[in-house]
């Protein structure tokens, strides 16, 4: 038996026998995806959770949020997003949010909530009182956010005040002769 060693397929050990290579590929793809497993976002997935969740509710996660989702209600914030849980989901998928306005902005979420949200902390605000808002005295009483105005007319912009120290080059044509 010869060796040949692989370097297009990083699973395979270099130097293996040919034969051996053979048996492991033909193995690799006789495998079929478990089609049971709970990892997998399938058709009946979505149908279980519309009978979940309801037509309404359904159609209108379908619209904002691309997918059907079961879960259970852990609380609402103060601008009145609804934050969700439901660890039968797909991980990391298991926390999401229905928005009160459906203009998407990172700013609308508080930031004891957006912690939970990102898997930094295990307990939502509702069950943690360090994370819960709690208003300054410098903060308005009404709950509004301060939009993100990137790409917007309203962005920062900075300007100079000062004289710059590199001057641009300006062309000059001299006459002809």
């Given at each position: ?16 026998p040919v034969a051996e290579q053979e ?112 208003r300054r005295v410098w903060e308005d ?33 001299v006459e002809r002769k």
């Open positions: 038996m010869t060796t040949r060693p692989r370097i297009d397929q990083p699973n395979q050990a270099i130097g293996l048996q492991h590929r033909r193995r690799e793809r006789s495998k079929k995806p478990n089609s049971t497993s709970p990892t997998m976002s399938t058709i009946t997935r979505t149908i279980r959770n519309l009978w979940r969740v309801g037509i309404k509710d359904a159609f209108h996660q379908m619209n904002y949020i691309g997918d059907t989702k079961a879960g259970v209600l852990v609380g609402t914030d103060r601008f009145g997003n609804k934050y969700f849980e439901n660890n039968e989901e797909l991980p990391l998928r298991t926390r999401w949010i229905d928005y009160k306005v459906h203009d998407f902005d990172a700013a609308q979420i508080e930031p004891g909530w957006h912690a939970w949200m990102s898997y930094t902390v295990d307990k939502p605000p509702t069950q943690d009182s360090l994370l819960a808002y709690q009483t009404d709950a509004k956010t301060i939009p993100n105005y990137t790409q917007t007319r309203g962005a920062y912009k900075p300007y100079n005040t000062v004289k710059s120290k590199i001057t641009m080059w300006e062309p000059t044509a």
